[in-house]
């Protein structure tokens, strides 16, 4: 089975403090694409940055950075000095190369506040 | 560059009536894939297009269907409406021939169907 956990459904930070969301992921195969997604208050689904499983340097986004650990099938997002922009759902996804859609979480809840 | 759009942003239906939802994907993009985010479900793959084919199905009744036009729009039908059928609908959209996995999907803003 091809699961994601994220285990805080909500989480709270102060504006231009840093907060970090966990993701675990299960998967039996060796080649896919970690991803994720912010889903604010509007619904729109907005891609926040994406990681290749075989490149073992984390992706980078401006404010946002993944610490990715491969072995613990790990996918932390971090988001640095926060924004009340940052208010959303964020959801961790992934895709094997033996698949066609995205493997979702149930969304971290994060508030932003003043 | 338009981004996915979706149309229309609200539905309301009766139980047994059926609903259409639409779907424009990005210029360029050939793959359209459908996905039901139900409230405490999280979001769950519906329906897979692309190249016109019907490429792949979520675990979902075939009261699901739906089709994709020449110019890569794609409409999801829904027949037979039940109330669990409540729910936001996402379209999303990739550029690879194929859906190649590694291709980044790109959302629409949704169509909330709520039925009564």
């Known amino acids: 089975a091809q699961t994601v956990t994220q285990s805080q459904p909500e989480m709270s930070v102060q504006e231009a403090e840093t907060v970090t969301l966990s993701c675990t992921y299960d998967?039996?195969?060796?080649?896919?694409?970690l991803f994720w997604y912010k889903q604010p208050p509007s619904r729109q689904m907005i891609l926040v940055i994406r990681?290749?499983?075989?490149?073992?340097q984390n992706a980078t986004e401006n404010r946002f950075s993944v610490n990715f650990q491969k072995a613990a099938k790990s996918f932390s997002l971090k988001i640095s000095d926060s924004q009340l922009g940052d208010t959303a759902m964020y959801f961790c996804?992934?895709?094997?190369?033996?698949?066609?859609?995205?493997?979702f979480g149930k969304g971290t809840s994060l508030l932003v506040t003043p | 560059e338009a981004g996915v759009t979706q149309s229309p942003t609200h539905l309301i239906k009766t139980r047994g009536q059926q609903a259409t939802l639409r779907c424009s994907p990005i210029?360029?993009?050939?793959?359209v894939y459908w996905y039901q985010q139900a409230l405490g479900l999280g979001l769950q793959f519906l329906l897979w297009?692309?190249?016109?084919?019907?490429?792949n199905r979520g675990n979902f009744p075939p009261r699901f269907s739906g089709r994709q036009f020449p110019n890569y729009s794609s409409e999801l039908n829904v027949n037979a409406l039940e109330l669990e059928d409540s729910a936001l609908y996402l379209c999303?959209?990739?550029?690879?021939?194929?859906?190649?996995?590694?291709?980044?999907?790109?959302f629409g803003p949704g169509t909330r169907l709520t039925v009564l």
């Open positions: 990681q290749e499983a075989y490149k073992q």
């Open positions: 210029s360029g993009h050939t793959s």
């Open positions: 999303a959209s990739s550029s690879q021939a194929g859906g190649s996995f590694f291709d980044t999907q790109y």
């Open positions: 998967t039996s195969e060796n080649n896919y694409y």
């Open positions: 297009y692309d190249e016109g084919e019907e490429r």
């Open positions: 996804a992934f895709i094997t190369n033996s698949g066609y859609a995205l493997n």
